[in-house]
């Protein structure tokens, strides 16, 4: 008979009954369920609601069941339905009275509320701790190119000279944002749910303070029905988690482009590589294209946890018990995700020739021959389109601006100097780049210093 069983008067239809069951996803959340038990069994002591023999049997009862679990001693049974019957069970063939003691002025909906949370908090630290990893790395990666020249595109079109470091800086600060959204997400699940009982609060007069104090939580939800219901955290988590795969995917679409021999400009580690099974001269980066890939997975995780949540009334329902798959996919393929690509970054090797020899193609240097007659004096439309012509004449003859001779410069137009020519060299357009934010060496190296001091 089900613990919840008196009312019933024949067991649940024997396969319904294990496609119900979630404890073959939800063990996961074992020890958030015994540490929310432990500190629930103190609370109650303290009141006076449970007796201290009883809570000391309790916890000692928990922590011996934790043990086992930990140790493979523990096999969860299909007809507890999930972690926190399977838990209860145990301990109730263990320590025998005290146990049926425990769930005095709780539910199991606010148990799993809280379980979540506190499983999701520590998933936050460790995703934050990655996501540190991989800025670390992309800011060391900037320091190393301050000047390795590069294209910098737009419609994948050679469009100005960027510095590989600037490169690895944008992609730095889409990692800070994902950082950022992760504790935003942590503010708001770091409210305590247990005590709130199945939707109305409980009749006993319990210290929700108190347990929350004991499991970490600063605070405690304010409203019970809004506490048992609330899945928004979980909601929060997976589209940080999707955003992050987002930059995640652009970086490796990035990096799959440049280890092609078209662009070499980077070289995979024979790590983070693999090979063909019928062509052997093949080294694919496998590794980049797997992240790329997995990011449509999080966002079905995504779409999966929305669709469950957008029609359910106040309070809990059954259909709740489908968050924790989505949230538990999405958490795991992040993590995966953010270990490989720093494994990727950190080991691949920079090409900073091809770079350079890609940067002469492709007139990048038109928009500072621009700039370069309005610091003449030239309007910027009219200069502008000067250049625009002096391009489209290079086009036809094969060369490139500054192969163009300077009497025919100053016959298109007089602002034309000697200068010129020393002004549009890439490496100049790179370094003139100097607004805030800018590509030119010293801005780089104020951002580099920045993303330092924030990463400690």
């Known amino acids: 008979m089900k613990l919840w069983g008196g009312r019933f008067s024949k067991d649940m239809d024997e396969g319904t009954a294990a496609w119900a069951a979630s404890i073959p996803f939800d063990q996961i959340l074992y020890k958030e369920d015994i540490a929310g038990s432990i500190a629930h069994a103190k609370m109650l002591a303290s009141c006076g609601i449970l007796s201290a023999e009883d809570a000391s049997a309790i916890e000692s009862g928990l922590t011996e069941i934790l043990e086992a679990i930990e140790a493979g001693d523990v096999a969860f049974s299909v007809d507890a339905e999930d972690i926190h019957m399977n838990v209860e069970t145990l301990l109730t063939e263990k320590i025998g009275a005290p146990a049926k003691r425990l769930h005095t002025a709780r539910s199991r909906n606010d148990q799993v509320a809280t379980d979540v949370r506190l499983w999701l908090k520590n998933e936050i630290l460790e995703t934050a701790a990655l996501l540190r990893g991989v800025r670390a790395a992309l800011v060391s990666l900037a320091k190393a190119h301050t000047g390795t020249l590069m294209p910098g595109y737009t419609h994948l079109q050679h469009a100005q000279p960027v510095s590989f470091g600037f490169h690895m800086l944008a992609w730095y600060q889409m990692f800070t944002r994902d950082a950022d959204r992760l504790w935003d997400v942590y503010k708001r699940a770091d409210a305590l749910p247990l005590g709130s009982g199945a939707l109305a609060g409980v009749s006993y007069e319990t210290d929700r303070r108190l347990t929350a104090d004991l499991l970490g939580f600063p605070e405690v939800t304010a409203n019970a029905m809004d506490a048992v219901s609330d899945r928004d955290f979980a909601v929060e988590f997976i589209s940080a988690a999707a955003l992050c795969m987002m930059h995640l995917s652009r970086c490796c679409e990035e990096l799959v482009l440049w280890s092609a021999q078209e662009f070499g400009f980077v070289t995979m580690d024979d790590a983070f590589s693999t090979g063909s099974s019928i062509m052997p001269q093949k080294k694919n980066p496998d590794m980049a294209e797997l992240i790329r890939g997995k990011t449509g ?14 029609g359910l009334p106040l309070a809990y329902n059954k259909d709740m018990q489908e968050d924790k798959e989505p949230l538990f996919d999405a958490a795991a393929t992040l993590s995966g995700c953010l270990t490989a690509f720093t494994g990727i970054i950190t080991t691949m090797t920079v090409n900073a020739g091809a770079m350079a020899e890609a940067a002469k193609q492709g007139f990048m240097n038109a928009t500072d021959a621009a700039d370069y007659l309005v610091a003449k004096g030239v309007p910027f439309r009219e200069a502008h389109e000067v250049i625009g012509k002096l391009v489209a004449y290079c086009v036809e003859k094969g060369i490139a601006l500054e192969d163009v001779g300077l009497p025919l410069l ?47």
């Open 410 to 456: 100053q016959q298109i137009s007089p602002a034309f100097e000697e200068d010129f020519f020393e002004r549009i060299g890439l490496l100049a357009c790179m370094n003139q780049k100097r607004s805030y934010g800018g590509t030119s060496e010293a801005r780089v190296k104020e951002q580099i210093s920045a993303a330092e001091k924030a990463l400690g």
């Open 297 to 310: 997975r999080v966002y079905g995780d995504l779409m999966a946890i929305l669709t469950v949540m957008k």
